[in-house]
């Protein structure tokens, strides 16, 4: 799991590539809303935005896209809300709500394999030995579970069927055990 200064380093190297935003929004995606990269790969305008254009409070991730084939509701915050209205207001494009959410270079949807190699890559760029792309999973869950939501909601959020799928994704560090101990 990445710290918060792992997390603010990995931005500003994002912030250097060439498809910064759309770079950026891949990684909001994994880090905010906990998805798995082939479901990043996998969203359309339409799974973000309404028909009028406003950005959506919740969103389904189809059973197409989603592990499993099970649809689940991903909630998103107002962070990761700001994150899309960001991208939207860099992507000059006018685009239909059935067009992939992020394009390669070439326009194209990404294929999951491809978005976790560049995920894979840029986590590389910034030094950050270990890291993938299901890292940012990882960040949300463990973030959550150290806030005191309940497993049963983490689980739910992360669409995993078994509680101890998600006890597995979440991450103890000795700051997290002395934050602990203070806390009593």
Known sequence: MLTEPEFKR?????????????????FMLSHLAGLRVGEIAGLLVGDMLEVEGAIRKRMIVRASIAKGGHERVVFLNDRLRHEIERYQLSDKRKRKLGD???????????????????????????????????????????????????????????????????QRYIDVREDMLRAAVEFL
């Not at 990995?10 to 891949?26: G, Y």
């Not at 299901?134 to 049963?152: D, E, P, Y």
Request: net charge positive; aromatic share 4%.
């Open 100 to 166: 992939p959410l992020l394009v390669t270079q070439k326009r194209t949807a990404f294929s999951p394999n491809t978005l976790c190699q560049l995920m894979n890559r840029l986590y590389g760029a910034a030094g950050l030995d270990g890291a993938t792309s299901h890292s940012g999973r990882r960040w949300f869950i463990t973030k959550l579970a150290n806030a005191g939501v309940g497993t049963k909601v983490i689980m739910t959020l992360a669409g995993h069927k078994h509680m101890t799928t998600t």
């Open 10 to 26: 990995l931005l500003a190297v994002v912030a250097q590539t060439k498809h910064a935003e759309r770079n950026r929004l891949a």
